[in-house]
C-alpha cells in the first residue's frame, strides 16, 4: 500500500484535496442547478404537487414586459459596473504611491446592504445629502428613487461604492506582489508613466483584471440586495431586475416554475459570458506565448 501511495502521489494528493470542493459544488451548484430547470418545466407553488406544462412558463417569460424591464436594468447594471475595474485600478495606483498618509484614503469596502441604507437616506430629497448639496444651491433635490426612469441609475451608483473598493483591494494585492526585477529593467529602458504601466504593470496584472471583472459581472447580474433595501424593485417594478424578478414570483406570488425559468434564463447568460470570456483569456495567453 505504501509503495502504491508513493507511485500515485503525484496525482492522488491533489485529486484527495479538490474531491471534497468538488463534491460540495456538484451538490450545492450543479445539483441545484438541474433541479432548478426541471422545477422551470412545472407549474409548482412550493407546496403541493408539480403540474408538468413544459415550455409554458418560458412562452409566459418572454410575453412578459415586466421581464424586458428586469433585463433592461441587468443591461445597465452590467454596463455600468464595468466602471469598477478601472476605477478600482486607478485608485489601487494612487494608493499604493510611496506617500505618506497616502493609505488613509482607502475606501471603506463594506457590505451592501449597509450602503444600500446609507444611500437611501442620502437620496431622500427632503433632509438627506443629497438634499443639502442641492439646498445650497438654492435648488430642490430630486427624488432618484421615486423616478423610474433615473431609479436603476441611483441604485448602481451606490452598488459601485463596494465593487470599486472590491477591485482595489484586489489590484493593491495584485500591485505589491510586481516584480521589482521586470520594473528596473523597465526604468533602464526608459519606461516611465503610461509606458511603464501598459507594458510593465499591466501585463502583471492579468490574473487579477480576469478576477476583478468576472466578479464584477457576476455582481452585475445577481443584483438583489441593493434592489431589496433600496426600493424593492419600485416604482411599479421600474428598478427591478432578474435576480429580484424571480424572488418576487418565487416567494411573494407562489410562483416557483416560473421563478425557476427566469432562473434559468439568468444562469444562460452567465454561462454564455463566462464561456466567451474565458475563451477570450486563453486565446490572449496563447498568443502571448
Not at 433541479?35 to 403541493?48: A, E, N, T, V
Not at 519606461?191 to 501598459?198: D, F, Q, S, Y
Request: aromatic share 12%; glycine share 8%; hydrophobic share 55%.
Amino acid at each position: 500500500m505504501t509503495s502504491l501511495w508513493r507511485r500515485h502521489r503525484w496525482w492522488l494528493t491533489p485529486t484527495l484535496l479538490i474531491l471534497p470542493g468538488a463534491i460540495l459544488f456538484a451538490v450545492v451548484i450543479l445539483a441545484s442547478s438541474v433541479q432548478s430547470l426541471w422545477i422551470s418545466l412545472h407549474d409548482w407553488d412550493g407546496f403541493g404537487p408539480m403540474i408538468w406544462i413544459g415550455l409554458g412558463n418560458y412562452r409566459e417569460l418572454i410575453n412578459d414586459p415586466q421581464f424586458y424591464v428586469s433585463l433592461k436594468n441587468n443591461l445597465i447594471w452590467l454596463v455600468m459596473f464595468m466602471l469598477a475595474p478601472p476605477i478600482g485600478l486607478a485608485i489601487a495606483l494612487l494608493v499604493n504611491q510611496k506617500i505618506k498618509g497616502m493609505r488613509v484614503v482607502i475606501p471603506l469596502v463594506l457590505a451592501s446592504v449597509a450602503v444600500g441604507v446609507v444611500f437611501t437616506w442620502v437620496y431622500t430629497p427632503e433632509f438627506g445629502l443629497l438634499a443639502l448639496i442641492f439646498r445650497a444651491f438654492g435648488a430642490n433635490a430630486p427624488a432618484l428613487l421615486s423616478d423610474e426612469h433615473l431609479v436603476t441609475f441611483a441604485i448602481v451608483i451606490a452598488a459601485l461604492w463596494p465593487q470599486i473598493a472590491f477591485c482595489m483591494v484586489l489590484y493593491l494585492a495584485g500591485l505589491n506582489n510586481l516584480s521589482e526585477e521586470l520594473i528596473g529593467a523597465g526604468r533602464v529602458d526608459g519606461a516611465r508613466g503610461w509606458n511603464m504601466l501598459r507594458h510593465i504593470v499591466l501585463p502583471q496584472l492579468t490574473q487579477v483584471t480576469f478576477i476583478a471583472i468576472a466578479v464584477t459581472v457576476v455582481g452585475a447580474l445577481r443584483s438583489f440586495d441593493m434592489i431589496s433595501v433600496m426600493t424593492r424593485g419600485g416604482p411599479f417594478g421600474s428598478s427591478s431586475v432578474l435576480a429580484y424578478q424571480m424572488f418576487e414570483q418565487s416567494i411573494f406570488s407562489y410562483r416557483f416554475g416560473y421563478g425557476a425559468a427566469i432562473a434559468s434564463v439568468l444562469f444562460v447568460i452567465m454561462a454564455v459570458f463566462i464561456t466567451w470570456y474565458l475563451t477570450r483569456i486563453i486565446r490572449a495567453e496563447e498568443r502571448g506565448a
